[in-house]
């Protein structure tokens, strides 16, 4: 594992810690903690599973669009989530 692969993973799981931490501070609602945790484990998908797999992997090349999509998945369900917080502080 070179340098690169330790700072990925270190700011990544920052990220995750930071998330958690956040939701339990702010009181956010269950879906806009589970879409940013989904958000947040589509980037983390995208960015390491093109390592676990071969380079003929047919399943390579939609990596990076199936994690896209997974993220804007996660980051719908947590506008839905904090919209919700936001009527219910109103």
């Known amino acids: 594992m070179d340098r690169t692969t330790v700072l990925a993973i270190g700011l990544f ?7 958690i931490y956040q ?3 702010e009181d956010w609602s269950v879906s806009r ?3 940013m945790l989904v958000f947040l484990g589509g980037g983390t ?3 390491f599973l093109d390592n676990f797999f071969s380079a003929g992997s047919s399943l390579l090349p939609w990596i990076e669009p199936i994690a896209a999509v997974i993220m804007l998945v996660g980051l719908f369900i947590a506008w839905i989530g904090k919209r ?3 009527k219910r502080s109103a």
């Not at 799981?13 to 998330?19: D, E, H, K, P």
């Open 33 to 35: 903690t589970v879409g």
């Open 45 to 47: 998908a995208g960015v």
């Open 13 to 19: 799981a920052l990220a995750w810690a930071i998330i």
């Open 84 to 86: 919700g917080e936001d």
């Open 23 to 25: 939701s339990r501070k």
